[in-house]
C-alpha cells in the first residue's frame, strides 16, 4: 500500500466494507482513457488486497468485481 500511495493517480477512499461484509481501507485509480476507475480494497492490519471492482464512469455501472476470499501456498500446479 505504501507503494501504491506514491503513484500519481490513485486516491485514498478510506475505510470501506467489501461486499463479503469485511472491513477494509480503499483506494481508487481514474482510467478516464477507458472511461472507467478501478477500486482496490485491502485488509488494513495485513495489506491483502480483499477485493477489486471496476467501474465504466457513463454511464456508471460495475463491469466487473473480483473478490478475495482466501489465500494459501501450495508446492504443486492444478
Excluded at 16 to 21: E, F, K, N, Q, Y
Excluded at 33 to 42: G, K, P, T, V
Aim: proline share 4%; aromatic share 8%; no cysteine.
Amino acid at each position: 500500500m505504501r507503494v501504491l500511495a506514491d503513484v500519481p493517480g490513485f486516491l485514498w477512499r478510506g475505510q470501506v466494507t467489501d461486499r463479503a461484509g469485511r472491513k477494509g481501507v480503499a483506494i481508487t485509480f481514474d482510467d478516464r482513457d477507458n472511461n472507467a476507475q478501478s477500486l482496490l480494497i485491502f485488509d488494513p492490519n495485513t495489506g491483502e488486497l480483499l477485493a477489486h471492482e471496476r467501474l465504466t464512469l457513463s454511464p456508471v455501472r460495475i463491469s466487473a468485481y473480483q473478490v478475495i476470499l482466501d489465500t494459501a501456498w501450495t508446492d504443486r500446479l492444478n
